[in-house]
Every structure is written in structure tokens, then in C-alpha cells.
């Protein structure tokens, strides 16, 4: 029962962490975008956002799941969503999780060798 308690308390905390303290992220870019980002200036051109300037990020092209529905930490439609995306990710995480372990569980149940007490 202990135990059940435990899971429960934890699964709560671990969704209101990435439930409630994505509001709380910063909306500027992370380190690494930034430092991509240096001696860069946004342009636009033909109504598309795009970099100009000399910087590493100049040529990098879209990557392939960005029109994907939890593309950049938020629900694709969903105007701010970081909070959901993150409940949608925990719980995605938590049911591969069980069904891999509940595969590997019932794997080493087939495969073990009964102990006939030969020594």
C-alpha cells in the first residue's frame, strides 16, 4: 500500500512539474540558440522570417518533424501550451516505459531456468 501511495505522489508531482513550471520557462532562446544566433540580425523577406549577417545559423534548414504536433514544446493550434506538452510528454514517456519494462518483465519470466537443486 506503501508503495501504491509512493507511485501516486510521484506521478502528481512529476505532472505538475511539467505542467505548472513550463509557464514559468523563459521565452528567450536557450544558450546554445543564442550563441547560433550571434553577429545575426532577422530578416524578412517575402513574409518569411529569415537570418542574415555572419553566423553559424544562417543556413540551417527546417528540421523534418518541426510541423509536428508537439513541435517546440507546445501543442500544435494550441495557444500556450507549453504546460500541456509537457503533461502529454510525461504521460507518452511514462506508458512506453511501462510497456517496455512490462515486456521485459514478462520476457524474463518465460525464459528462466527453474533451480533443480543440483549442487
Known amino acids: 500500500m506503501r508503495r501504491r501511495w509512493f507511485r501516486i505522489v510521484s506521478l502528481l508531482v ?3 512539474i511539467a505542467g505548472g513550471l513550463s509557464y514559468l520557462a523563459s521565452p528567450s532562446p536557450d544558450g546554445l540558440e ?3 544566433h550571434r553577429g545575426c540580425q532577422i530578416v524578412e523577406r517575402d513574409g518569411v522570417e ?8 544562417r543556413d540551417v534548414q527546417k528540421h523534418p518533424l518541426a510541423g509536428s504536433p508537439l513541435a517546440d514544446y507546445s501543442v500544435r493550434g494550441v495557444e500556450g501550451s507549453g504546460g500541456l506538452a509537457g503533461v502529454i510528454g510525461v504521460v507518452a514517456t511514462l506508458a512506453l516505459a511501462g510497456a517496455l519494462f512490462g515486456m521485459i ?12 537443486g543440483g549442487d
Open 50 to 57: 529569415g537570418l542574415a549577417g555572419q553566423c553559424i545559423a
Open 34 to 36: 543564442s550563441a547560433l
Open 105 to 116: 518483465r514478462r520476457s524474463g519470466r518465460a525464459g528462466s531456468v527453474p533451480d533443480v
Open 14 to 16: 512529476t505532472l505538475l
